[in-house]
């Protein structure tokens, strides 16, 4: 069985504190994605990197920074978070090329900031 | 940049009822993906079109690509209880690989 696995279900932070969201993926895939998903705007793209060491921009980026250092995992970090901030993060992960088909996602990360 | 919009946001039904979900790009697409999502669940791929005017089915589920790649539709004839979730459209521009996805159309279902 293919797994995206998110190292946590829940999280609750508070402003200003430093937030680590970790994403690891066991199908050898090139092509990984952190999106975060709010009622009534559905998900949306906050950065994907398509190699190690290799990032990009998504639609959202700003507050938020990603490493991949290895191809496996793929880290979302909130330099210093904020109320607004918090949502459901979800992880995915997919073949690479210019037409690569699905997209695994993991189960999902819901941030709390107080 | 690239848009994707879904109508409609919510449909209710009631089950045996027919079901459609229908999906605009703001930009000419190489590739469209539906992902069905259930209550408290995770995005879980259902299909991908590719070809201009492309048509899928997956049992009760009909997919459509439009000619133009600019516009896609999901239609679910007589809808179960199982259907329940929220359905995604997610694009892909020619020039990238990176996912647009909709906002979702929210099917509920009367038993």
């Known amino acids: 069985d293919v797994k995206v696995t998110q190292s946590s279900r829940y999280l609750v932070k508070r402003t200003g504190e430093k937030v680590f969201l970790e994403c690891v993926q066991d199908?050898?895939?090139?092509?990984m994605f952190w999106y975060r998903q709010d009622p009534g705007l559905g998900l949306r793209l906050i950065y994907f990197?398509?190699?190690?060491?290799?990032?990009e921009k998504g639609d959202i980026p700003e507050g938020y920074s990603v490493s991949r250092e290895k191809k496996e995992r793929f880290s979302l970090i909130l330099e210093s978070a904020s109320t607004n901030q918090t949502s459901m993060y979800l992880c995915?992960?997919?073949?690479?090329?210019?037409?690569?088909?699905?997209?695994?996602f993991g189960e999902g990360s819901r941030l709390t900031v107080l | 940049g690239q848009q994707v919009m879904q109508i409609p946001q919510y449909q209710h039904v009631q089950e045996g009822e027919d079901f459609t979900t229908y999906c605009n790009s703001s930009?000419?697409?190489?590739?469209i993906q539906w992902y069905k999502q259930r209550p408290g669940g995770h995005p879980v791929f259902l299909i991908q079109?590719?070809?201009?005017?492309e048509v899928k089915k997956q049992k009760r589920l009909t997919f459509q690509f439009g000619e133009a790649k600019k516009n896609s539709s999901l239609h679910i004839t007589a809808t179960q209880t199982t259907d329940v979730g929220t359905y995604f459209c997610?694009?892909?521009?020619?020039?990238?690989?990176?996912?647009?996805f909709g906002k979702g159309t929210l099917l509920t279902v009367n038993p």
């Open positions: 995915a992960s997919g073949l690479a090329g210019g037409d690569t088909g699905e997209l695994f």
């Open positions: 930009t000419t697409l190489s590739n």
């Open positions: 199908m050898d895939h090139e092509n």
């Open positions: 990197s398509y190699d190690v060491k290799m990032k």
């Open positions: 079109l590719v070809k201009s005017g």
């Open positions: 997610a694009g892909r521009g020619g020039s990238n690989y990176k996912l647009t």
